[in-house]
């Protein structure tokens, strides 16, 4: 199955999914009030939290990071809930501290593609200052999400006046638009197999994804995705991802378990991805 790339928002005005919406049909986004102080991951409540180790704030001083925290009001969302869709426009960026989120669309047929996945550490969001927009895109939780909000004039005012921030904001949008591409020329040019073999093995080695951290006792990274997500990553369909999953399971290079995969041959496993 080809990706699809479908650009009409109006495509959704009568979707296919009928009366029983999926989890990412529009209407599932939760209530936009739902604010909470901020903590660190103890539970104790800390001013600067949702901003602490994030890279483009990592040589701020503790007065520049409390003021950018001030304005960047926390908020959290549970596995499968909206943070943005086309039905509901907002123009302001999310700063990710904790859990993943998918950005993605969705065809008049109702298949969805996976744009891209965003780890803990890194932002997202409509923000025409920023050259970043999420036209018919959605955005949903993939578990327990935490982010901080920010408006476009205190982006203007606290992000992009600092020229240290500007630019790594700058390459953090740059290497997005390049990973993209690179899906793109994959679907073009390679199988369903050596796609989903190229996401895996992304996915094992960057190191903004929780899988290139392996916690101790860890000797294998772990992939926490569903056959449909990664199917939805890779362009293709939920059954056809799960044949290939079975097949490298049978080869030894991976190990299957209800939301999660192991990578257990890495170097056989980028080999597949041609």
């Known amino acids: 199955m080809p990706y699809c790339l479908t650009e009409d928002a109006d495509a959704l005005a009568a979707p296919a999914w009928g009366a029983a919406p ?72 999310f700063i990710l501290k904790r859990g993943r989120v998918r950005i993605f669309r969705v065809a008049a047929d109702g298949r969805a ?7 803990p550490g890194t932002i997202f969001g409509e923000m025409a200052l ?8 959605f955005a949903e939780a993939l578990d327990g999400v935490t982010v901080c909000v920010m408006s476009r004039a205190d ?4 992000l992009l006046s600092d ?21 793109l020329s994959d679907s073009v040019f390679k199988s369903v197999p050596q796609r989903i073999a190229t996401t895996l093995a992304t996915l094992a080695t960057r190191n903004d994804t929780p899988a290139a ?23 293709t369909s939920r059954e056809t991802c799960t044949k290939v999953l079975r097949d490298f399971a049978d080869r030894g290079l991976l190990r299957l378990a209800r939301g999660r995969i192991t990578v257990l041959d890495l170097p056989r496993l980028t080999d597949a991805a041609g």
């Open 22 to 93: 999926p989890p990412w049909a529009p209407g599932r986004r939760e209530e936009t009030d739902r604010m909470t102080d901020r903590e660190d991951d103890t539970g104790t409540p800390g001013r600067t939290w949702c901003i602490s180790e994030v890279d483009i704030f990592r040589d701020l001083s503790e007065a520049e990071m409390d003021a950018i925290a001030a304005a960047a009001p926390m908020k959290t969302y549970a596995a499968g809930e909206m943070l943005h869709s086309p039905q509901q426009p907002g123009e302001v960026l």
């Open 113 to 119: 593609l996976t744009t891209a996945i965003i780890s």
């Open 130 to 137: 920023l050259g970043q927009r999420m036209y018919d895109n």
């Open 155 to 158: 982006v203007q005012r606290f």
């Open 163 to 183: 020229a240290r921030i500007a630019a790594r904001i700058t390459e953090i949008l740059g290497r997005r638009l390049a990973d993209l591409e690179q899906r």
């Open 213 to 235: 951290r392996l916690r101790p006792g860890v000797r294998h990274p772990q992939i926490s995705l569903t056959h449909e997500q990664l199917a939805a990553l890779a362009g």
